[in-house]
């Protein structure tokens, strides 16, 4: 009788997540992939731990380093918890929300920009790779008229915004979202009818419905699965409720259709940002609550009260009352959520983050099994993870 030995590897660096931080230990009978572990925990950040230990403030450029292709989501969530912990969420300024509307939907074709890129880079497509590089750029760019920064950016506030948008950026907004439907045209034509991307993911991945919410998987892993579920939508926070828009949706349940619904996606954020961009009017940016907001930047710049101000928010901090509250977003990789607890001094008692890529980075082993090796790259390019966001 013949029998069969199997083998145990590490696998890596055939992807930029598995040259270190993401270790993935494979039961392998020849090129078959019998069992799939993922070990993580390489990062060693503590962002929770830390978040103890500073001010409501203090803990907001933490947000931005865990998911960096998405930094705005990040520090989005966690000021609607604070805003909603201290209950002044029904104070915040209709521009600021706007605005806010605004950059979550960039963020969201830059953060997708960067999957389509890289997913078609691990498998061998690599001009789609400098052309989606070529259009992050432009959002970069923005970003750092915007923001100051091109990556980790921190521009919101608690109660608003760090600063007003700066003149020209709205047309600039208008002509690349103008220009970015046509670019995912393009996309589609080096791709979607090409054979070998349509061997190389179609029926890849596969993950049911029942499956994929047994995991907990959110965003286009559990849209891409027949899931209608959208936070923007069905928990709607910015006023997205009084958006229009389409929330993509596919059956197909493999790596061809979470492709698919992500392309989409960004021709939705396009049409999202055009309906900000109308409603857009003059106003302010933070919300009168002297206590918990910051002053506006030209009160710290030319007042020594303002100064005074910014000083004791920043240093000693605000005190919301003793609670516990939980705020999720849709980030373009699915829910993240940060659950705070108050014990009524200045410090969180407890953050608690709900982050996306680690829930869905749990389906990674029923997705590959039974697939080969060169499978596997498709699958954690499916499911779009970034170990920022997964090691806290």
């Known amino acids: 009788m013949a029998t069969t030995e199997t083998m145990t590897i590490n696998m890596g660096p055939q992807h930029p997540s598995t040259h270190g931080v993401l270790q993935l230990v494979l039961e392998l009978d020849g090129e078959t992939i019998l069992k799939a572990v993922p070990h993580i925990g390489f990062l060693h950040r503590g962002t929770e731990k830390l978040s103890e230990n500073r001010t409501y403030h203090q803990v907001l450029p933490l947000t931005d380093r865990l998911d960096y292709l998405a930094p705005m989501h990040n520090n989005l969530g966690y000021v609607l918890a604070v805003e909603k912990l201290l209950g002044i969420t029904d104070q915040i300024p209709e521009r600021a929300q706007t605005v806010r509307v605004i950059m979550a939907e960039l963020t969201r074709i830059k953060s997708h920009l960067v999957w389509l890129a890289c997913h078609a880079l691990d498998i061998g497509a690599m001009t789609v790779f400098l052309y989606c590089f070529r259009e992050r750029e432009?959002?970069?760019?923005?970003?750092?008229?915007?923001?100051?920064?091109?990556?980790?950016?921190?521009?919101?506030?608690?109660?608003?915004?760090?600063?007003?948008?700066?003149?020209?950026?709205?047309?600039?907004?208008?002509?690349?979202?103008?220009?970015?439907?046509?670019?995912?045209?393009?996309?589609?034509?080096?791709?979607?009818g090409n054979k070998i991307w349509q061997k190389r993911i179609m029926g890849n991945g596969v993950i049911s419905k029942e499956a994929a919410i047994d995991i907990g998987l959110s965003g286009p892993s559990l849209r891409g699965s027949g899931v209608d579920?959208?936070?923007?939508?069905?928990?709607?926070?910015?006023?997205?409720?009084?958006?229009?828009?389409?929330?993509?949706?596919?059956?197909?349940?493999?790596?061809?259709?979470?492709?698919?619904?992500?392309?989409?996606?960004?021709?939705?954020?396009?049409?999202?940002?055009?309906?900000?961009?109308?409603?857009?009017?003059?106003?302010?940016?933070?919300?009168?609550?002297?206590?918990?907001?910051?002053?506006?930047?030209?009160?710290?710049?030319?007042?020594?009260?303002?100064?005074?101000?910014?000083?004791?928010?920043?240093?000693?901090?605000?005190?919301?009352?003793?609670?516990?509250?939980?705020?999720?977003?849709?980030?373009?990789?699915?829910?993240?959520?940060?659950?705070?607890?108050?014990?009524?001094?200045?410090?969180?008692?407890?953050?608690?983050?709900?982050?996306?890529?680690?829930?869905?980075?749990?389906?990674?082993?029923?997705?590959?099994?039974?697939?080969?090796?060169?499978?596997?790259?498709?699958?954690?390019?499916?499911l779009d993870i970034v170990l920022g966001e997964i090691d806290r």
């Open 138 to 192: 432009h959002v970069m760019d923005m970003y750092e008229k915007i923001s100051g920064a091109r990556m980790t950016s921190n521009y919101f506030r608690v109660g608003g915004l760090s600063a007003d948008l700066p003149d020209g950026i709205e047309k600039e907004m208008r002509d690349f979202i103008a220009a970015m439907p046509g670019h995912v045209d393009t996309y589609e034509g080096l791709l979607t």
């Open 229 to 382: 579920w959208d936070l923007r939508r069905d928990n709607p926070y910015c006023g997205y409720d009084s958006y229009d828009f389409e929330v993509p949706v596919s059956d197909g349940c493999d790596t061809w259709a979470r492709y698919r619904l992500r392309l989409k996606e960004m021709r939705e954020s396009c049409k999202i940002i055009a309906q900000a961009l109308d409603r857009l009017e003059p106003g302010p940016i933070l919300a009168d609550v002297p206590k918990v907001c910051l002053p506006p930047k030209k009160d710290v710049v030319n007042t020594i009260e303002g100064l005074i101000h910014h000083f004791k928010i920043i240093s000693d901090g605000f005190k919301p009352e003793a609670g516990e509250i939980y705020q999720g977003v849709e980030n373009p990789k699915g829910e993240v959520g940060y659950y705070l607890v108050s014990d009524g001094s200045a410090k969180p008692y407890r953050m608690k983050i709900r982050p996306a890529s680690f829930v869905n980075l749990q389906a990674l082993p029923q997705m590959c099994e039974g697939s080969l090796i060169a499978d596997l790259i498709a699958v954690i390019g499916t």
